[in-house]
């Protein structure tokens, strides 16, 4: 049998072995719903000095101008977000949380690119699977490129809300309501994401002093399994069911669902047959 001359150098692969406790604990999430249901104002309570990516001029951050701790950049074209990712890169933790706010209009600034690259007319209709391919491409490289980011930062995907209807087995409907973004794109960010957050505002009945019924608003965010709003969290079974929805929602209230601490809502109790029960949002 032939002798090896040199021990063979070991590749960068079984170098890079380490314990899983070493991974970091920052989180990606996503943040989606209608305008005003809470989405800018809950991704500004993660940790750290925050960078919001202000994208296509969407102007949410009136609702968090007073809270300390927050600069913004204004990203009006696609390779803008290109060179601020490499710009955060090298400056790492210059920051605890990134913020992309909104996908929504970043799929707006990708299309511009890609009619731009093609040399397309101003009023050519956008079609074909080429155009359309190199969309999709575009956004989940760049989008993954963020989501890498997440060994120094909280990463934050923020965006609109759009209803799909996706057909299942003998001609069924299958309702479904998840980011305002391509179908592929949104499959890959779904599954590129820590959690997954419904934002909306839902509303509570109570009795004032004087027995007459008043109906106060909250912010809420769908967090637990559902058959028609895309969620996502994850928690180790034995710590129990997650809750259907959160009040207020926060970082500190996510992490804590997470680590598999109850957190409490505010959901109405009703009398019903001599037996109480939760309201359902």
Known sequence: MAKLKKRPKLPSVVLGIQDV????????????????????????????????????????????????????????????????????????????TIILDQITGLQDLAMKSVREHFRMDEDEPFQGFKKFGKLSGDMKQWLSSYRELSDFYNIVFVAHQRSFDSEQGEGEIDPNVSARVMPSIGSFIEGACDIIGHCYIGSVKSKNSK??????????????????????????????????????????????????????????????????????P
Not at 38 to 66: C, Q, S, Y
């Open 21 to 96: 406790d070493a991974l970091t604990e920052n989180i990606v999430a996503l943040l989606y719903g209608k305008a005003s249901s809470g989405k800018t104002r809950t991704a500004a309570t993660f940790p750290g000095r925050r960078l919001f990516l202000d994208i296509n001029n969407e102007k949410g951050l009136k609702t968090v101008r007073k809270m300390k701790d927050i600069q913004f950049a204004k990203v009006q074209d696609f390779s803008d977000l290109q060179d601020m990712f490499w710009w955060l890169r090298k400056r790492k933790r210059d920051y605890g």
């Open 211 to 280: 027995g007459k019924t008043v109906i106060t608003p909250e912010y809420r965010m769908r967090i637990g399994p559902h058959p028609i709003y895309t969620t996502k969290i994850r928690r180790d079974p034995d710590d129990g069911p997650i809750p259907e929805y959160i009040v207020n929602p926060s970082y500190r209230k996510l992490v804590a669902i997470e680590a598999g601490k109850d957190v409490k809502t505010t959901a109405v109790k009703e009398k019903l047959n001599g037996k109480k029960r939760k309201a359902r």
